[in-house]
């Protein structure tokens, strides 16, 4: 029987690195597997870019562990999952536990587990590994233990990460580059420059004052440049309306993510900054001659897992603005 690798994802982003790790490793025989959730519309716009280089892929309905646990034990899930001779998964969250859970039923033989990226969460992975994920109650250990457990006889040893990121030497990390070579090979014409926004003000590890301080600070260091402000999708109307009136600038609403959005319309960009966003990381590796910039925040709410961050970001010549 023919080896298959079975791709767990849900969000935009990891579609993008599920395309750049098919074509990276040759890969003939695949298996998608859209995780559904209570966010549709994320749902479509994993779908959309797969359909755009027809992929196929199938969904799956994860509620919860618990969910998750029952599905599997009665053999609930796709009839055709149960049937493949897997000898790679790529998982595109492995914080999650329903993740992790969800491909242990799937597992016949030893097969290489492949994190994708999901956001600069790699990059707290390398350093902290799931032990940056604070177990609040008995239920969450109990629940880790089960899944280690289980994926004890079936998982090789070594977890090995396809990453943006690439990690410092000194973290003894398995680890192959990705590229985004397929969104590099395109032709890109209008120049803009961006401000990626971020949701701290509305999780309060910034008051709306303080972070428009940093809008602040970056106009001033560019003062002839026209910002394209381009919106976390938790950052509120309210917000929104008082950095158009306040900055003068245009808002730029993504389709997908700013990635692909800037490569299906091919846009150049000038500079780029952004609050800790992957999208200033990937940027820079797609466009090496852009002038990219990341936010150095000292609030004692963010230095230290910014401070992880920002010295992997210098390592792709991404500058840190203070």
């Known amino acids: 029987m023919e080896r298959t690798s079975l791709f767990i994802i849900n969000t935009p982003f990891q579609a993008l690195c599920t395309i750049e790790a098919i074509k990276d490793y040759d890969i003939k025989n695949y298996y998608i597997a859209i995780v559904r959730n209570v966010n549709d519309k994320f749902n479509k716009k994993t779908e959309k870019i797969l359909n755009d280089f027809n992929i196929s892929f199938n969904f799956i309905f994860i509620k919860s562990f618990y969910d ?3 599905k ?3 053999r609930k899930f796709d009839s055709e999952l149960y049937n493949l001779n897997i000898d790679r998964i790529f998982v595109g969250d492995y914080y999650s536990d329903s993740f992790r859970l969800f491909i242990t039923f799937f597992i016949k033989n030893e097969v290489n587990i492949i994190l994708l990226d999901d956001g600069s969460a790699t990059i707290l ?3 902290y590994g799931l032990s940056h994920i604070k ?3 008995t239920n969450v250990i109990i629940k880790r233990k089960l899944i280690n457990f289980l994926m004890l006889f079936h998982t090789k ?3 090995l990460f396809f990453s943006v990121f690439t990690p410092p030497n ?4 398995l680890f192959k580059k990705n590229s985004l070579t397929f969104l590099r090979n395109n032709k890109y014409n209008d120049k803009m420059s961006f401000i990626i926004g971020s949701k701290m003000s509305e999780t309060g590890k910034l008051s709306e004052n303080e972070y428009f301080n940093y809008l602040n600070k970056i106009k001033a260091r560019f003062p002839n440049e026209t910002f394209f402000y381009c919106p976390h999708r938790k950052e509120s109307t309210e917000k929104l309306n008082k950095i158009k009136v306040l900055f003068n600038f245009e808002i730029f609403n993504t ?6 959005d800037i490569y299906k319309k091919n846009i150049m960009p000038k500079i780029i900054v952004g609050f800790g966003s992957t999208a200033v990381y990937t940027l820079k590796i797609i466009f090496p001659n852009i002038d990219a910039y990341t936010i150095s925040f000292y609030n004692k709410k963010t230095y230290n897992v910014y401070k ?3 010295d992997v970001y210098k390592e792709q010549g991404v500058k840190i603005l203070e």
């Open 72 to 74: 599997g034990i009665l």
């Open 135 to 137: 177990l609040k109650s």
């Open 170 to 173: 000194n973290y003894n990390i």
């Open 157 to 159: 040893k070594n977890i």
């Open 68 to 70: 998750t646990l029952k």
């Open 255 to 260: 389709e997908y993510t700013l990635e692909y």
């Open 125 to 127: 992975l390398y350093k």
């Open 308 to 310: 992880v961050l920002n």
